[in-house]
């Protein structure tokens, strides 16, 4: 199980991270086709911190014995045994947003569109995750833990 760790020492707050999140969780894919055209434009999964001079990116940790699991009361969040992934399934989230009070890094996201979260799920089911490969600093790397 691995977990993308931010560098502030070379963060320049671009929200670049941010953008190529929403393209990723995107229907096209594609940046401009996702942002323009689409009826139900995309939402990163994370956000960048801003405390000036100081800047980062925060998402989802996938904590070893997440709280958010914990405090699901539908069994929307779970983890899996293999990746260690902590997986949200939105057909089974009721919006309570008791993830997003137990949260201790405040990596899960209110979705203002619909009554649920959005959280960062490390790219599932992509080649590639974007967030880390778009970075023009290098600021976001994938370590293995």
């Known amino acids: 199980m691995g977990r993308i ?3 502030p020492e070379v963060c320049m707050g671009c929200h670049l991270c941010e953008v190529w999140c929403a393209v990723a969780h995107s229907k096209s894919k594609h940046i401009v086709k996702a942002f323009l055209y689409e009826v139900n434009k995309p939402l990163p999964r994370l956000v960048v911190e801003e ?5 980062f990116a925060l998402q989802c940790r996938h904590c070893a014995e997440p709280d958010c699991v914990a405090a699901c009361i539908s069994g929307a969040l779970s983890k899996d045994p293999e990746s260690g992934i902590v997986v949200h399934d939105p057909n089974q989230c009721v919006g309570c947003y008791s993830c997003v009070l137990t949260c201790p890094y405040g990596n899960i996201l209110i979705n203002p569109r619909q009554r649920g979260i959005i959280k960062c799920d490390l790219c599932a089911g992509m080649d590639t ?3 880390v490969s778009r ?3 290098e600021a976001l790397v994938y370590v293995d833990c």
């Open 51 to 55: 405390k000036l001079p100081l800047t």
């Open 5 to 7: 760790m931010a560098k």
């Open 129 to 131: 995750l974007y967030c």
């Open 135 to 137: 970075c023009p600093n």
